[in-house]
């Protein structure tokens, strides 16, 4: 069973064809681009959302690591991409599309994260739940409140 490991990782590759699409037009089109990192920074402070509100607390308390482990490393490199989510988003409301510095630090800090929790994280989950438990979370993760991740670009 991989239900959760595959659900986090077709969001990976949801939140990664938004940001690709961004990148291929930010130099044309400001408006589709501001379109599409508005999707993609939302779509990844919700993917943040489950994770530190959900998933990680889970893997927490069935492991004993809270303050320590995969997680706390994770939460540090969440705060990293919160940051370049943050460095992009004040320039392409200001309309400058000279992000790609910042666009190679958030890629680098998720590229090895995502690699860390479809590896590490989410098969865990997987196998230490049992079907009920899945079917809990996914549907503790699917009522998070839009509030909670809903913030960019005015």
Request: aromatic share 10%; proline share 3%.
């Amino acid at each position: 069973m991989t239900i959760i490991a595959d659900f986090m990782g077709q969001d990976h590759d949801r939140l990664d064809g938004i940001f690709s699409e961004f990148q291929a037009v930010k130099g044309s089109d400001l408006g589709k681009a501001k379109h599409f990192f508005s999707e993609f920074k939302r779509g990844l402070q919700r993917h943040i959302v489950w994770e530190e509100e959900i998933l990680f607390p889970l893997f927490e308390h069935r492991t004993g690591m809270e303050d320590r482990g995969p997680t706390a490393v994770m939460r540090t490199e969440h705060r990293q991409i919160k940051d370049f989510l943050e460095q992009i988003h004040d320039r392409i409301v200001k309309g400058e599309t000279n992000t790609d510095e910042f666009e190679r630090g958030l890629l680098t800090v998720l590229s090895a994260h995502n690699k860390k929790e479809e590896t590490i994280l989410y098969p865990w989950i997987d196998q230490s739940l049992s079907e009920e438990e899945v079917d809990e979370t996914l549907t503790r993760m699917r009522e998070v409140p839009e509030e909670q991740y809903h913030r960019c670009c005015g």
